[in-house]
């Protein structure tokens, strides 16, 4: 097992598996490599890169919007969102880190699909890169949570 497997999770193949992805665009050099990572975790899973559809967005605030469109679309059986929000000077963290993680919570719930929550909430840059594991450890937790919805 891979260090950026959860624990817990379960291992399978997830061949044949879509998955949505939204990136944010901020901090954009933390979000490409939690999507690398992400891409590298469906590869190990058997998923093929025509079957993820990766979707860019400004930032955590708008990870939401995209995640609800992909999930009415019903192409996907599971979505990951993958952002960074670093801590500055003002409030602003507090307000993209709740709005983020509320969004993503709602748009899971509210269309029943599995989102693997990638939204690094940090305090610093350095404590963000040392979790760029963090997008293959989103991807498997939707894959997860995916398989246990479908065994239901």
Same mark, same amino acid.
């Given at each position: 097992?891979?260090?950026?497997? =959860?624990? !817990? %999770?379960?291992?399978?193949?997830?061949? !044949?598996?879509?998955?949505?992805?939204?990136? *944010?665009?901020?901090?954009?050099?933390?979000t490409? %490599?939690?999507?690398?990572?992400?891409?590298?975790?469906?590869?190990?899973?058997?998923?093929?890169? +025509?079957d993820i559809?990766?979707?860019?967005?400004? @930032? $955590?605030? +708008?990870?939401?919007?995209?995640?609800?469109?992909?999930a009415?679309?019903?192409?996907?059986?599971?979505?990951?969102?993958? @952002? *960074?929000? #670093?801590?500055? +000077?003002?409030?602003?963290?507090e307000?993209?880190?709740?709005? %983020?993680? +509320?969004? =993503?919570?709602?748009?899971? &719930?509210?269309?029943? #699909?599995?989102? !693997?929550?990638g939204?690094?909430?940090?305090?610093?840059?350095?404590?963000a &890169?040392?979790? #760029?594991? $963090?997008? @293959?450890? *989103? &991807?498997?937790? %939707? &894959?997860?949570?995916?398989?246990?919805?479908?065994?239901?």
């Open positions: 097992m891979q260090d950026n497997v =959860i624990k !817990g %999770a379960e291992e399978f193949s997830a061949a !044949g598996v879509k998955v949505g992805i939204v990136v *944010a665009q901020f901090n954009k050099d933390i490409e %490599a939690l999507l690398e990572d992400a891409r590298q975790e469906a590869d190990r899973r058997g998923i093929s890169p +025509e559809t990766v979707k860019s967005v400004a @930032g $955590s605030v +708008e990870i939401p919007v995209v995640l609800q469109a992909m009415k679309s019903n192409k996907f059986d599971c979505l990951v969102a993958l @952002g *960074a929000v #670093i801590r500055g +000077e003002t409030v602003h963290f307000y993209v880190s709740k709005l %983020a993680a +509320e969004g =993503i919570s709602r748009v899971s &719930l509210d269309n029943n #699909i599995p989102i !693997g929550f939204v690094l909430m940090c305090e610093t840059k350095d404590q &890169l040392k979790r #760029i594991h $963090s997008g @293959g450890e *989103a &991807l498997s937790a %939707a &894959l997860s949570a995916y398989r246990a919805c479908k065994e239901l």
